[in-house]
Antibody, heavy 117, light 106 residues
Framework: EVQLVESGGGLIQPGGSLRLSCAGSGFSVSSNYITWVRQAPGKGLEWVSFINLGGTTYYADSVQGRFTISRDDSKNTVYLQMNSLRVEDTALYYC???????????WGQGTLVTVSS | SYELSQPPSVSVSPGQTASISCFGDKLGDKYTFWYQQKPGQSPVLVMFQDNKRPSGIPERFSGSNSGNTATLTISGTQAMDEADYYCQVWDSNTVIFGRGTKLTVL
C-alpha cells in the first residue's frame, strides 16, 4: 500500500527555519515525482515544489530562494528545508506522489506549519 | 504564469447533475486533473487525464476538456459529494491549481 507520512511541522518565529520530512512506503521515492503542496487556513491548494526522477528540483515563485527540496533514497524520504519563513508561509503542508499524466494520486495527511511571533 | 479560474461555489439538489467548470487559456491542450477535498481531509484525485476515473471513484463522476474549459460532472449527486473541488494542470514544470469550487448539495 502506498503511503506518505509528513512530519516536522510546528510553531516557528518569522525569519526562522524548519525542515519537513515526507516518508514514503509501498513505493520508491527515487522512482517518482514527489511534490509539496500547501494550504493556508481556509484557503485553497498552492503548489510549493517538486523533485523529479533525476533529482531536478522546481519551485513556486513564492518560495524560490527560501525553500529547498531534497531526497534521501536510502531513507525513502523527501525533505523540504524552509528558511526565512514568513507569516504567509503558515499552512498545512502536504506531500504527494505526482506524475505528469497521473496527477497527484497519493497524498499524505499533512503537517502544520505556523509562522508567528 | 498560467492561471486556472473556477466558480467559487456551485449548488445542486440531491439526485441532480452538478457541473463544475475550470477555465484556462487553451486548457484543452493540456491534461486536466480534479481533486475532491472534504473538511479536515487530504485531497483525493477524482479525475485524471481529463476524463479518467481512478480506481474507487464512482461512475457518477465524469470529466471533459475542450477549448478553454474543463468540466467535472457529477450525475445523481449525493450528499456525500459535498466538498471543495480543485482543477489542476501541469505547465512548464509547475503545478497549477484552480482556486477551488465549493459544491453544496441542498
Amino acid at each position: 500500500e502506498v503511503q506518505l507520512v509528513e512530519s516536522g511541522g510546528g510553531l516557528i518565529q518569522p525569519g526562522g527555519s524548519l525542515r519537513l520530512s515526507c516518508a514514503g512506503s509501498g513505493f520508491s521515492v527515487s522512482s517518482n515525482y514527489i511534490t509539496w503542496v500547501r494550504q493556508a487556513p481556509g484557503k485553497g491548494l498552492e503548489w510549493v515544489s517538486f523533485i523529479n526522477l533525476g533529482g531536478t528540483t522546481y519551485y513556486a515563485d513564492s518560495v524560490q530562494g527560501r525553500f529547498t527540496i531534497s531526497r534521501d533514497d536510502s531513507k525513502n524520504t523527501v525533505y523540504l528545508q524552509m528558511n526565512s519563513l514568513r507569516v504567509e508561509d503558515t499552512a498545512l503542508y502536504y506531500c504527494a506522489r505526482a506524475g505528469a499524466v497521473a496527477g497527484l494520486p497519493y497524498w499524505g495527511q499533512g503537517t502544520l506549519v505556523t509562522v508567528s511571533s | 504564469s498560467y492561471e486556472l479560474s473556477q466558480p467559487p461555489s456551485v449548488s445542486v439538489s440531491p439526485g441532480q447533475t452538478a457541473s463544475i467548470s475550470c477555465f484556462g487559456d487553451k486548457l484543452g491542450d493540456k491534461y486536466t486533473f480534479w481533486y475532491q477535498q472534504k473538511p479536515g481531509q487530504s485531497p483525493v484525485l477524482v479525475m485524471f487525464q481529463d476524463n479518467k476515473r481512478p480506481s474507487g471513484i464512482p461512475e457518477r463522476f465524469s470529466g471533459s476538456n475542450s477549448g478553454n474549459t474543463a468540466t467535472l460532472t457529477i450525475s445523481g449527486t449525493q450528499a456525500m459529494d459535498e466538498a471543495d473541488y480543485y482543477c489542476q494542470v501541469w505547465d512548464s514544470n509547475t503545478v497549477i491549481f484552480g482556486r477551488g469550487t465549493k459544491l453544496t448539495v441542498l
